[in-house]
């Protein structure tokens, strides 16, 4: 019974929380709160990490509330190695990775502010090292796009080129099928390209993004 009540109030708290509604944040964490008691008192692991997870990315995408975001993604994180979820962790270190790149935009101190970009270029490129050992093609997708706008303007162009490589393959695209992730992607490319060495796999990989077919 708590289980499937913890669910319930969750699922609550979900749609609550990306609704689009104002003044809602007190509630929305009311029922996080209500719902992780529960999985807490019955031991569900799974359900405790998804709910730090689903914080996280309330926080980091609807809130925008950086801190906060990395602060539940951590233990998310902490939690899901524990348990030897590998499929879990690329997505979440991806998503650390953006939490500390959006924070180091808005610390002034410019020392903390490169150990920040660092920090995520780091988790992106670990994220992606693990999306593609296990073939998990939407974080490889999602992570690559992290390495190419979080390493360019560090100067790590090496790694901009072994994502880029892993990309330009026709088997990966055949496997996804959401046009705006295909646009991302372009718009990460256009966004740094003019930074990058004039790489082969540049050309064939925008015609692979393109709805045409054909590189601009």
Not at 4 to 29: C, D, P, R, W, Y
Not at 41 to 60: F, P
Not at 93 to 109: G, I, P, R, T, V
Request: proline share 2%.
């Amino acid at each position: 019974r708590d289980s499937l009540l913890s669910m319930v109030i969750q699922e609550s708290a979900l749609k609550l929380a990306f609704s689009g509604e104002e003044n809602i944040h007190e509630k929305v964490t009311q029922l996080f709160d209500e719902s992780l008691a529960l999985k807490e008192k019955i031991g569900d692991l799974q359900g405790i990490a998804i709910n730090l997870g689903v914080r996280g990315s309330y926080n980091l995408y609807t809130r925008k509330d950086y801190s906060q975001a990395e602060n539940y993604l951590n233990q998310d994180l902490e939690l899901v190695e524990k348990m030897g979820d590998d499929g879990a962790r690329s997505g979440i270190m991806n998503k650390l990775a953006s939490c500390y790149w959006e924070q180091s935009l808005l610390n002034k101190d410019e020392t903390a502010s490169i150990e920040l970009k660092r920090s995520a270029f780091d988790f992106a490129f670990e994220a992606f090292k693990i999306a593609d050992h296990l073939e998990l093609v939407g974080d490889i997708v999602f992570s690559g796009m992290n390495v190419f706008r979080y390493a360019t303007p560090l100067g790590e162009l090496t790694f901009v080129d072994t994502v880029g490589k892993r990309m330009n393959e026709p088997d990966l695209w055949a496997q996804i099928h959401n046009p705006d992730l295909k646009k991302q992607l372009s718009n990460a490319i256009i966004e740094s390209e003019n930074n990058w060495d004039s790489w082969e796999w540049i050309s064939p990989l925008k015609a692979l993004l393109s709805p045409d077919g054909k590189s601009t």
